[in-house]
């Protein structure tokens, strides 16, 4: 019964863990990604030489390197315990990298002087441009009818 724990276990990171890093879109293999979306998503991940082809070595090494990152305590087996951990600890640096590449696109919106970075005075100055652009009958308040709506969708997912 250990080897079959074990077994679904390896899949579960073998099928779960691409998953979790593709947060955006379908998941790698799952329902709505074709074929050339999951060949680019493999591609990416396991042909370390870029050549286009996934050598056997490429292929056991990536599934190595997958294993090695979620045994965590380095014994040479995985847990329940240590596969969700890698797992969410995958979700978490994903999700990470991209709330900051978001973040970098909107402050850029705002750091009018370019320098990088947005100083209180930037700031202030787009509140000002978002409040005069949601009060639509400019009498200096914003109704309840002039405040945004909530996206349809969850943000970040396009």
Known sequence: MKLRSLLTALAALGLVIPAAVAQEGPRPGGPG?????????MMGKMDANRDGQIS???????????????????????????????????????KQ?????????RLALLDTDKDGRVSQSEFEAA??????WMD???????????????????MGRH
């Open 127 to 132: 509140g000002e441009r978002m409040f005069l």
């Open 56 to 94: 056997h070595d490429e292929f056991r090494a990536t599934r190595a390197e997958r294993f090695k990152t979620a045994d965590l305590n380095g014994d040479g087996y995985l847990t329940a315990a240590e596969s969700a951990t890698a797992l969410f600890e995958q979700i978490r640096k994903r």
């Open 136 to 154: 639509g009958d400019k009498d200096g308040a914003l109704s309840s009818e002039e405040l945004p709506r909530p996206p349809k969708r969850p």
């Open 33 to 41: 990604m074709d074929h050339g979306t999951l060949a680019r998503y």
């Open 97 to 105: 990298e991209k709330m900051q590449q978001r973040m970098a696109r």
